[in-house]
């Protein structure tokens, strides 16, 4: 129940967790883009409201939720600080300009929590690894990509039970004062690297085992194929990111102090 | 069974010694395995059985070092002067830990790792997957994680991996050493399939003698670096040396040892629970009478 | 004393692993918890120390609860050797090894001093004690690890799954270092799934499965019921196998080691020899 709930992959069958991952990360950075090219709070509002949708066909809500909470620390320290910035720093216009352009900036942010949160839920580490392939990253980072993601919860096993271990000889990690508690943490860390060091080592001989390095080209069981939906996907992205950079340039943007003391 | 099959795996006077390692691991081995064979290795701790298993897909020399004296030719290719990747398309290993020979993030992509490494087609890739998955009776966990799984199923799926590559050898090394009984029987049924429908050489390194012995051509036993028995599992189990070194001689041929002891007679000297039964029954009927 | 009275837990990913856990162990028992992988044989034994407090119910260490003290001081009566000793090794020598809990736990250096010394030479290992724990043999590794937990001498004694990865001359010492461990008054609980192993200890039988504990007693009586033995996921040891195939023989059920085994037939046989 944590905030990175909110960006761990989650298992759902889901239109979204079709379409293919580099598709999706264009999306992202399309989004990542315009969030950038304004400062005014309404297109950031639309920018933030037309995402949700995605949320909802994806079925991924709850975990959204939580990674928008979790966000909640982070964004309010980002107001405060914008607050501070522009009060101090100057271009400080009116009292809603300032209260406007923080909440612009802090928005800003959550967007990007939005999209990337959208991202990482509804795609499975294997995907992502594929998708860095078919990129044409070299296949040795794609497999240690994958191989760390994998034993993501083998080594946070192993970490508890090297502190049971050790709890059961009498350590007390949360004694004595700062340094006291660093050095506690010693016979943790140490059994975790060697214990690392002859993981590595039994995984490369079953590498080695399994033909590693017989061709240079390899092949693969899945394939990434684009499809009806990636191609959509693709073309409402850049239509939204034309439409943003032609209002950015010729339509000024109202701000909403403006726009509700009319 | 082995009647005038080819040797797969041939050593001659083989020598091994550790880069870091003050005397040889194993010495003076020559051995012939031959197609289709299912052979137990065994002996205490130390005696050099899982450096030798590593000979025969070539990571001893190539992985290692150290320095390797005497000759080895495994499916006809002397194994000094071939790649691992070259070695490993003939003689399969799967290891002891069932957790560190997994990489993917599926079972299925585990499986097809090896084939992905060799170029092979995607088409053939996806045959062979299934197929596998199939002979080591996975495939409705063809999906899952490998954190998911159990023990034993995390070793059956190594299995698969292996058996895709279609090798003419499978070496186990201690595969059911963190498995409980259950898991650990699959396994050896699972292995015991591969040997009989499919003519898979298997080379089992075992201690769980009690459980896998039914299913051995030949059992060798290793001590201290050589090896001092090879031979019929009855021969074998029923001999002082294997006293001697200290291997878990199946529970059914001790209990005979002792009452032979005790001048009961028997021809032969069972090795399963159920030779041991027969014997046993005939004798109680005798007595009836 | 250790009681166990309705123990509920469960881990933070959301695993049911204990469902009303009930046992009494006295002192200077011989216990073997047994049980498939999963069935909740560690999760019960963390409680003994501490490192896991139940959901619901209560563990009692001679009258008291776990839930008011810390696990350092529950691990002074209670010690647990882990499975891997990988997971625990740090120091540079092994000397080092086997005297951190000794300092953790305030001892005083040159009680420190007889300790380690007595330890190592309890199990063997006084010619490694400069040795890197690193460097040792499985086996090796093993005993140090024993020797570390030992040597705070703690009334309980528990070892997890013990036996994993020994060969055979090293399970027939470990067998009867354990036994000798207990003939000194130790409580001692070995959590296992090695049925030969425990067939020839012949502790008092405890058998988990799906997080309750089903069966308990005699070696003899839990391990040569095919339904219990079913029940937990386990195998019947090999004698208990030949003797239900010769159920029709009128021979005793209940034998599980070859010196008995021996000993009925030789008796029903006899007479015609």
């Known amino acids: 129940m944590s905030m990175f709930d909110g960006f761990r992959f989650r298992r759902t069958s889901s239109p979204v967790h079709e379409l293919d991952p580099r598709v999706k990360f264009l999306y992202v950075c399309i989004v990542f883009a315009i969030a950038v090219l304004f400062n005014q709070l309404l297109p950031l509002l639309v920018l933030f409201i037309i995402q949700v949708p995605f949320v909802v066909v994806a079925r991924v809500q709850k975990e959204w939720v939580r990674s928008m909470k979790g966000s909640a620390l982070f964004a309010t320290f980002i107001f405060v600080t914008n607050w501070l910035s522009f009060y101090f720093y100057g271009g400080y216009e009116s009292l809603s300009w300032l209260f406007e352009r923080s909440l612009a900036m802090t928005l800003r942010f959550i967007v990007l929590i939005e999209s990337f949160s959208i991202f990482f839920l509804t795609t499975s580490p294997d995907h992502l690894g594929l998708a860095l392939e078919q990129s044409g990253i070299p296949y040795e980072f794609c497999f240690a990509f994958t191989t760390a993601i994998r034993f993501v919860p083998v080594l946070a096993e192993e970490a508890q039970t090297i502190m049971d271990a050790q709890k059961a000889r009498g350590l007390e990690l949360e004694k004595g004062n700062f340094i006291n508690r660093i050095k506690n943490y010693v016979p943790i860390l140490i059994p975790l690297i060697v214990s690392a060091i002859r993981r590595s080592l039994e995984l490369a001989e079953a590498m080695e085992s399994r033909a590693w390095g017989a061709i240079s080209k390899r092949t693969n069981l899945y394939v990434l194929k684009m499809k009806r939906g990636d191609y959509f996907l693709i073309m409402i992205s850049i239509a939204i990111l034309v439409f943003a950079i032609y209002v950015w340039l010729y339509i000024p943007v109202p701000y909403m102090a403006d726009l509700l003391s009319l | 069974m082995a009647t005038e099959k080819l040797a797969i795996i041939k050593a001659k006077s083989l020598t091994y010694t550790y880069p870091i390692g003050a005397k040889p691991a194993f010495e003076d081995v020559t051995l012939e395995i031959k197609e289709g064979e299912f052979v137990i290795l065994t002996g205490p701790s130390g005696c050099g059985k899982t450096t030798l298993c590593r000979c025969f897909n070539g990571l001893i020399p190539h992985f290692y070092g150290g320095r390797l004296d005497g000759e080895i030719e495994v499916a006809g290719m002397r194994v000094v002067e071939h790649q691992i990747h070259e070695l490993a398309q003939h003689v399969g290993l799967v290891f002891q830990n069932p957790e560190n020979q997994l990489f993917a993030l599926s079972v299925e992509k585990d499986v097809a790792f090896g084939l992905e490494n060799l170029g092979i087609p995607r088409e053939e890739i996806r045959k062979r997957v299934d197929w596998a998955l199939q002979m080591a009776d996975i495939l409705d966990l063809r999906e899952r994680a490998p954190y998911e799984l159990s023990g034993g199923q995390q070793q059956r799926v190594a299995i698969a991996s292996v058996l895709a590559m279609h090798p003419e050898v499978i070496v186990l090394d201690e595969p059911t050493s963190f498995i409980d009984p259950l898991g650990a029987q699959k396994i050896f049924e699972v292995i015991n399939e591969l040997n009989e429908k499919l003519g898979i050489t298997i080379i089992l390194v075992e201690h769980r003698l009690d459980l896998a012995s039914r299913y051995a051509d030949r059992i060798i036993i290793m001590s201290k670096g050589r090896i001092v028995l090879d031979g019929e599992p009855r021969k074998v189990f029923d001999s002082e040396e294997a006293r001697l070194v200290g291997v878990g001689i199946p529970k059914a041929t001790r209990l005979f040892q002792i009452l032979r002891e005790h001048r009961f007679n028997i021809s032969e000297v069972p090795v399963t629970v159920e030779e041991a039964s027969i014997v046993i029954k005939e004798a109680l009927k005798r007595d009836r009478s | ?273």
């Open chain 3, 1 to 273: 004393m250790i009681e166990v009275n309705d123990v509920y837990y469960v881990y933070p990913n959301g695993v049911q692993a204990l469902k009303g856990a009930s046992l009494t162990v006295n002192d200077g028992e011989f216990i073997a918890l047994m049980g498939q992988n999963g069935a909740g044989k560690t999760t019960l034994v963390k409680h003994f120390n501490g490192l896991l407090k139940p959901n619901k119910g209560e563990v009692l260490i001679d009258g008291v609860n776990t839930k008011d003290v810390s696990v350092a001081t529950l691990a002074r009566k209670v010690g647990l050797v882990f499975q891997n000793p990988d997971h625990q090794f740090f120091c540079e020598t092994v000397e080092k090894e086997v005297s951190f809990a000794l300092k953790n736990f305030g001892f005083e250096e040159g009680t420190i001093e007889k300790r380690v010394n007595w330890a190592l030479n309890l199990l063997d290992l006084t010619q490694y004690r400069d040795a890197s724990p690193f460097m040792l043999s499985g086996g090796e590794r093993k005993r140090v690890a024993l020797a570390s937990i030992l040597a705070w001498d703690p009334q309980i004694v528990i070892l997890d799954e013990p036996t994993i990865g020994q060969d055979h001359a090293q399970k027939e010492r470990l067998r009867q270092f354990i036994v000798q461990l207990n003939a000194q008054g130790k409580t001692v609980i070995i959590v296992t799934h090695d049925i030969e192993f425990v067939a020839e200890c012949k502790p008092r039988i405890i058998l988990m499965a799906d997080g309750r504990i089903v069966a308990e007693g005699e070696t003899n009586k839990v391990l040569t019921d095919p339904e219990l033995v079913n029940h937990a996921s386990l195998v019947l040891p090999e004698v208990a196998r030949i003797f239900i195939s010769l159920r029709d023989f009128n021979l005793p059920k209940d034998v599980v080691d070859i010196y008995d085994a021996s000993k009925v037939l030789l008796e029903r046989l006899g007479k015609t020899k």
